[in-house]
């Protein structure tokens, strides 16, 4: 299936990034693994110590599995200064884990991120491809609330 | 012609081709600018910043390592201002440091001791912030420790760009960047081949070897263990630099007699078996060229190169001598044919090579190596471990009185002297080849086409009875790539190789290179130590391998002829095709004939 995704695009190196996209993005666990590299490495003819160099460079790809919702919250300067570090904390002790760490039930990934544009909404973060603005300790525990229901 | 430009530098005018660094400039006229990344063999990374200079017209510093030299530029290479650039970089760079250079393999080469010390740097001006890191030692070669590491990628560039073995990489970025074999799984499981070329270049301590010298001591020291040495080529015109003697210089009877002082119990020498080497490979070349076989026969001499052949080319595995290499076949002679000349159990026989080379540490442990019984060579030690032990047991080599070595398995010619550098083999393999072929004496013995350090060098030797025998020399691993290349291409499309017989070494420059030899090292001193060989050769009563009186004995007394069965089953090996992305086995790429 990875050569699936791989087979979309015509085998030249300057595809390498989309192709980690799209194999990180259709993957249940958002992750590229070591085997998935492996076959693009054969895919393109480029190796799979470049292949990983890549993978880390960049923060938005992971090499280990992450959970079904990934939560990025900003850690830039506008964000807080509107007490981002309390959401920070409210998030950890609500789902037990530190930045980087994916909760025990696979649901939840906690990662931070660099401003998302939309400073007049601070503090903000994402979930997957959904933006959440004026957060604050209650909010935080509605969203993850309804999130884990389904 | 290349145009010149004037410049100045430090207020001195000089004329420099224009294609010039201004670094490049600099070392020309013995002018140091400071650097850590930059190394003359290599293309410039422009990590470090170490290099800053001063360029009239430009508001900040630029790097010497990549600014290339202009027209009437005007150049400052020390000042108020550059001095304090360099000594923040250097604090920073020792805050994430494990500074403890008294026990560090590198201590005394270390080029970002010998910096920080140059510069005065005061320790105490950045506190300590490091956080150790795991040090990766799951490969029998090469120890990574990345708390050394000060990531001027060097060794990513030797081991992408030279050797094209791809098992380095740089990760992550910033401050958290280091370097890595892919997935951090460790260079036991990375397509690295042990080379290393990246040790050498690598300015401090976070590339080593796996180091055997405690092991090698203790056995040493046991008196119920019979330890016995072998040497190869390379060593006699390594040391002699270590001791305050000229480059190149050949010390071979004080290093018999320094690791008679140390305290093996036979001191004998590779460079005997690398005759044997030529004998059963030379045999093998001169039926394949009968047979009118199209594909050619490429030497197996060197452990980087034949795990690189297993990872990359084992379709062509075919064509690979089975010839064990000279460390391998002493190995197993010693714990067969020799100890059943001196009358010693096999068992207790301690066999110890001193090498060039690390990859020879993975290639003693191949489970293919143990014909004798036991696994055949028990340690193998690099130039830079020897050194340590000679300098430990309180050895100047200076002043060491010169001793002969043991009588069995020490004699031999100029040929299986230069087998330490490239194109050594094959000079050394033609001068026998041809009376294999010809029954007669071959004339003119210095094959200097393929001496030298171009990086494929090719030459043609008209053999009566056979015709013109086409060869080539290839050494770093992105030379016999391209070697390795024209082969399969040859043979996939007319059905021909472009050459009868090819040799093949994973360093540049040969094993006088080898990833084993001391740190600070470049092209142009491996090219120094390779005339050393060449000038050994010259002065030897026998420059020819069949002609050894040693290697007909054990002949007569032992194997038989050359490739006879019991040779076949000591002397020979075979191979397997290996994992791109883990450099594990995946099958038998040939098999071994009985
Ligand atoms: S790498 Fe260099 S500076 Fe670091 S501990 Fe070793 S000798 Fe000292
Ligand atoms: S030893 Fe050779 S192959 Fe292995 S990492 Fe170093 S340069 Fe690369
Ligand atoms: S391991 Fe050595 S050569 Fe490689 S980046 Fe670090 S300091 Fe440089
Ligand atoms: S030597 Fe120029 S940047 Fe390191």
Redesign the pocket.
Known sequence: MFLDICKKYPPTKDNLIYILHEIQDTHPQHYISEEAVQVISEYLAVPVNHIYGVLTFYSMYSTKPRGKYIIRLCESPPCYIKSSDIILRRLKSLLHVNVGETTKDGLFTLELCACLGVCGNAPVMMINDDVYGDLTEEKIDSIIDKLSEV | MIKKVNIWLDGKHLEVPETMTIIEAADKYNVNIPRLCYHPDLPPTANCGVCVVEVAGNPTPKRACCTPVAEGMKIVTNSKLLRSYRKTLVEMILSHHDVVCPTCSANNKCELQTLANNMGVDPDTLPNIMHKAPIDATSPS?VRDVNKCIACGR?VT??NDV?T?Y??TFSDRGIESQITSAFGSG?ANSA???????TVYCPTGALRENSDIDAVWDAVLDPLKHVIVQEAPAIRVSLAEEFGMELGTITVKKMYAALRKIGFDAVMDTNFTADLTILEEGTECVNKLKSGSKRPLITSCSPGWIKFMETYYPDLADCVSTAKSPMSMFGVLSKTYYAQEQNIDPANIVSVAIMPCIAKKFEARRPEMRDSGFQDTDYVLTTRELLRMIKEAGIDLKYVKEEDADETMSFYTGAGTIFGTTGGVMEAAIRSAYTLVTGEELEEIDITAVRGLEGVKEATIPVPGFGDLHVAVAHGLSNARLVMDRIREGLNTTGESPWHFVEIMACPGGCVGG?GQPYGNNMAMRARRGEGLYHEDRNLPIRKSHHNPEIKRIYERFLGEPNSPLAHRLLHTHYFKRSVNNGQVIEEATHKHH
Do not use: D, E, R, S
Not at chain 2, 192 to 198: A, D, I, K, S
């Open positions: 090469i060794c030797v081991c050797q073995v098992a380095l260079m690295c081949v042990n080379c290393g070329q990246c990833g």
